[in-house]
């Protein structure tokens, strides 16, 4: 993970910039480049995306988002998955849409990547809640866990059979073994 200090570069002019590989983040005045993804992250990733969509898109209850550029109260983030509710989505003309994100997610979803570090990860996952985000989830990959975090509560730690809480309004069960279990793709 690349940081770079950059006091007189304001946000908007970060917005200006040309996207980087992996992407960059702007982050109480630091450009922070993200970690790229491994196996194991793009995997849960894609795993949770599809099994997230498959509830809400056809009742068009929300949508969720892998690596959406999220930017609001003053910093622009990339959670690794954004879930929006379908009713604070922006369409333009064509029913598309639009690029720009310019609001918390109401559920950020971050997955720990090799060397990444966890108080950096929650400081964005801090700054979505205080923003109007309702939920966010840590997956810890190396320890099977998932801290879940909602608005003035304690965070949970769920492993193991615990079930996840989810988005409120979203028909979705699942406990930490089934998203794990995710990441054993070999024969039986």
Not at 81 to 102: C, H, K, N, T, Y
Not at 142 to 150: H, K, P
């Given at each position: 993970?690349?940081?770079?200090?950059?006091?007189?570069?304001?946000?908007?002019?970060?917005?200006?910039?040309?996207?980087?590989?992996?992407?960059?983040?702007?982050?109480?005045?630091?450009?922070?480049?993200?970690?790229?993804?491994?196996?194991r992250h793009?995997?849960?990733?894609g795993?949770?995306?599809?099994?997230?969509?498959?509830?809400?898109?056809?009742?068009?209850?929300?949508?969720?988002?892998?690596?959406?550029?999220?930017?609001?109260?003053?910093?622009?983030i990339?959670?690794?998955?954004?879930?929006?509710?379908?009713?604070?989505?922006?369409?333009?003309?064509?029913?598309?849409?639009?690029?720009d994100?310019?609001?918390?997610?109401?559920?950020?979803?971050?997955?720990?990547?090799?060397?990444?570090?966890?108080?950096?990860?929650?400081?964005?996952?801090?700054?979505?809640?205080?923003?109007?985000?309702?939920?966010?989830w840590?997956?810890?990959?190396?320890?099977?866990?998932?801290?879940?975090?909602?608005?003035?509560?304690?965070?949970?730690?769920?492993?193991?059979?615990?079930?996840?809480?989810?988005?409120?309004?979203?028909?979705?069960?699942?406990t930490?073994?089934?998203?794990?279990?995710?990441?054993?793709?070999?024969?039986?």
């Amino acid at each position: 993970m690349t940081v770079a200090k950059s006091a007189s570069l304001t946000l908007e002019e970060f917005l200006k910039l040309p996207e980087t590989k992996p992407a960059s983040e702007y982050v109480e005045g630091e450009i922070i480049q993200k970690p790229m993804p491994k196996t194991r992250h793009s995997r849960l990733q894609g795993k949770l995306i599809e099994t997230i969509n498959r509830v809400v898109e056809v009742g068009q209850i929300a949508y969720a988002f892998p690596e959406l550029r999220c930017t609001f109260g003053g910093q622009s983030i990339i959670p690794d998955i954004a879930v929006l509710r379908w009713s604070r989505l922006v369409f333009d003309a064509q029913g598309e849409p639009i690029e720009d994100m310019q609001m918390a997610p109401d559920w950020t979803i971050e997955i720990l990547s090799p060397n990444q570090r966890s108080n950096r990860v929650t400081r964005n996952i801090l700054h979505c809640l205080n923003h109007g985000c309702q939920m966010g989830w840590l997956i810890d990959p190396d320890d099977y866990s998932v801290l879940v975090f909602q608005p003035q509560q304690q965070p949970k730690f769920c492993h193991r059979s615990d079930v996840l809480t989810v988005l409120e309004g979203i028909d979705l069960n699942l406990t930490g073994e089934q998203v794990f279990a995710w990441l054993k793709m070999g024969p039986p």
